[in-house]
């Protein structure tokens, strides 16, 4: 009788053989589908700071925090001026306007130097986007100045910066910075990470 229940053993053992083996084969392909999609599922987001690309001639855009703002720039102005002094003489001046669901609105880019004939002279670079006029203004802000001579750099609103606010490369301008109300500091609210890029009118 042991003789005559082997083949059923055997049997019974090869099909469950066969089970575990359709199984894994399954979970094979479950495991190659997954794969293959993940990949589109996890694709990074483009960072808008990272990815604004240059406008054309007489053109700008601002990313503030997530806000988008096309511009035309209206005016660049190379300095110094006739009304300048050694205390505050513009190296150079960008403006634009524009308009967006909040109204018109303007822009300002700008970098003076301040030279009192003791040390350095001290360069203030400064990125302001204003809403509204007079008492209704209102608007955000980057500010960074030149300290000392080994190239440092102050930014209220972000103590750890260490390069220049703009970066200029003929008429374009690159603009990068933690922008916020007039003076805020980097333990204010309402603080954005932003980027402004601008060329002059050709």
Same mark, same amino acid.
């Given at each position: 009788?042991s003789?005559?229940?082997?083949?059923s053993?055997?049997?019974?053992a090869a099909?469950?053989?066969?089970?575990v083996?359709?199984?894994?084969?399954?979970?094979g392909?479950?495991?190659?589908t997954?794969d293959?999609t993940?990949?589109?599922e996890?694709?990074p987001?483009?960072d808008?700071?990272?990815?604004?690309?240059?406008?054309?001639p007489?053109?700008g855009?601002?990313?503030?925090?997530?806000? #988008?703002?096309?511009? &035309?720039?209206?005016a660049?102005?190379? !300095?110094?001026r006739?009304?300048?002094? *050694?205390? $505050?003489?513009?190296?150079?001046?960008?403006e634009g306007?524009g308009?967006s669901?909040?109204?018109?609105?303007?822009?300002e880019?700008?970098r003076?130097r301040?030279d009192?004939?003791v040390?350095d002279?001290?360069f203030?670079?400064?990125?302001r986007?204003t809403?509204g006029?007079d008492?209704d203004?209102?608007?955000? #802000?980057?500010?960074r &100045?030149?300290?000392?001579?080994d190239? !440092?750099?102050?930014?209220l609103?972000? *103590?750890? $910066?260490t390069?220049p606010l703009i970066e200029r490369r003929?008429?374009s301008?690159?603009v990068r910075?933690?922008f916020?109300?007039e003076?805020a500091?980097a333990?204010?609210?309402?603080?954005?990470?932003?980027?402004?890029?601008?060329?002059?009118?050709?």
């Amino acid at each position: 009788m042991s003789v005559a229940r082997r083949p059923s053993r055997l049997i019974a053992a090869a099909l469950v053989t066969v089970l575990v083996a359709c199984g894994g084969d399954g979970g094979g392909d479950d495991a190659e589908t997954t794969d293959s999609t993940t990949p589109d599922e996890l694709s990074p987001v483009p960072d808008p700071l990272e990815s604004l690309g240059e406008p054309p001639p007489g053109q700008g855009v601002a990313v503030i925090g997530i806000e #988008e703002l096309s511009f &035309t720039v209206t005016a660049c102005t190379e !300095g110094p001026r006739p009304e300048d002094t *050694p205390q $505050a003489t513009l190296d150079y001046l960008v403006e634009g306007t524009g308009e967006s669901s909040d109204g018109p609105f303007t822009v300002e880019v700008s970098r003076y130097r301040s030279d009192s004939g003791v040390g350095d002279p001290v360069f203030t670079e400064t990125a302001r986007i204003t809403f509204g006029v007079d008492d209704d203004a209102r608007g955000a #802000e980057a500010k960074r &100045t030149s300290v000392g001579a080994d190239d !440092g750099w102050l930014d209220l609103a972000d *103590p750890e $910066a260490t390069t220049p606010l703009i970066e200029r490369r003929g008429d374009s301008f690159d603009v990068r910075g933690t922008f916020g109300p007039e003076g805020a500091t980097a333990s204010d609210d309402g603080l954005e990470e932003g980027r402004l890029r601008a060329r002059c009118p050709a």
